[in-house]
């Protein structure tokens, strides 16, 4: 398998809530340290990332760390950046899009803002780009359309109903690079929960049914074992025991709750048929710049375990 860090472009996938943003910070930072020039594209994420970057708000292309740059993607200013390129001229371009009414219209219309979206983030990965636009990786922090699967599936919709012209060359462009295994990696991030872990199975089987390439799952905010002596006293401790001892009674809910994640991870390795990577839960609701890179760590070491040829 192609190495993770010599990929053009990754597609960090799920559903809301499962850690998709922490997943994407952490591969940015992983792959940056490579020696690559990362390009990490947020889908329109608000100020949920803002705790990461030192509760600073950004704008447009920005670095914010050694060979690594950050760009929320706005749909709106995406699809009008698009349209540009299409016009080539900016006083017919600001005629037609600073009517609200051709605005409206273009809201309304499915799948555009995801198509500007999947468009601007493709595009720092393309080989026509410019020069000054170009990265080696870009990562892409989808939006949470059903599991992601919606927006990649964009690009060949489109190229299948539209006859000819841009928008049907751009499609196939970005179809030929989705689908090519050795230049895209699709990264799923799920919880060890029963809903995420069946919506992660299903999500599998959709990208391979669509020929898009998984290359690994995130398992993400995985409890970890008890230390081993604290496993052996709480082993014959009753719930009722547990009651009068302040220190076990969490011991025994953690023990409990890594049973039931080691139960679902186990049905994600039966049923993935891909590697899966387990991030550690972490105690901090907002995490900090020094706890993604104490994520980066625990991810490289966990590549180095899965992936011996990298």
């Known amino acids: 398998m192609p190495r993770l860090q010599n990929k053009k472009f990754i597609v960090v996938a799920g559903k809301g809530g499962v850690g998709r943003t922490t997943v994407a910070f952490v591969l940015a930072h992983w792959v940056a340290s490579q020696g690559k020039k990362v390009l990490l594209c947020?889908?329109?994420?608000?100020?949920?990332?803002?705790?990461?970057?030192?509760?600073?708000?950004?704008?447009?292309?920005?670095?914010?760390?050694?060979?690594?740059?950050?760009?929320?993607?706005?749909?709106?200013?995406?699809?009008?950046?698009?349209?540009?390129?299409?016009?080539?001229?900016?006083?017919?371009?600001?005629?037609?899009?600073?009517?609200?009414?051709?605005?409206?219209?273009?809201?309304?219309?499915?799948?555009?803002?995801?198509?500007?979206?999947?468009?601007?983030?493709?595009?720092?990965?393309?080989?026509?780009?410019?020069?000054?636009?170009?990265?080696?990786t870009v990562i892409f922090d989808s939006p949470p359309t059903g599991h992601g699967l919606d927006i990649l599936r964009l690009p060949n919709a489109i190229a299948q109903s539209v006859q000819g012209g841009r928008m049907r060359q751009d499609a196939l462009l970005r179809v030929a690079l989705l689908k090519d295994a050795s230049a895209t990696a699709i990264i799923p991030v799920c919880l060890p929960e029963e809903l995420p872990t069946n919506e992660t199975i299903e999500l599998a089987r959709d990208l391979r049914r669509n020929g898009l390439p998984l290359y690994c799952a995130v398992i993400n905010k995985v409890t970890e074992t008890l230390p081993q002596r604290v496993q052996q006293y709480c082993k014959h401790l009753s719930p009722a025991e547990a009651k009068h001892i302040n220190w076990a009674r969490p011991s025994l809910i953690r023990r409990d709750q890594r049973e039931e994640q080691l139960h679902?991870?186990?049905?994600?390795?039966?049923?993935?048929?891909?590697?899966?990577?387990?991030?550690?839960?972490?105690d901090n609701a907002n995490l900090s710049q020094s706890d993604i890179l104490t994520l980066v760590s625990n991810f490289d070491a966990q590549l180095s375990t899965h992936f011996t040829q990298i």
Not at 111 to 128: C, P, Q, V
Not at 264 to 282: C, D, E, G, S
Request: overall charge neutral.
């Open 264 to 282: 679902h991870i186990q049905r994600l390795h039966t049923f993935l048929h891909a590697p899966l990577l387990q991030l550690p839960r972490l």
């Open 42 to 136: 947020l889908a329109h994420s608000g100020s949920r990332y803002r705790h990461m970057l030192g509760n600073r708000e950004y704008s447009g292309i920005h670095e914010f760390g050694p060979n690594l740059y950050l760009l929320n993607i706005d749909p709106v200013a995406a699809r009008e950046e698009y349209a540009l390129k299409i016009i080539k001229n900016r006083l017919l371009h600001k005629l037609v899009f600073s009517n609200k009414y051709v605005n409206s219209f273009l809201d309304a219309v499915p799948g555009l803002s995801e198509w500007a979206m999947l468009g601007k983030a493709t595009y720092h990965a393309l080989d026509d780009a410019e020069e000054h636009e170009r990265y080696d």
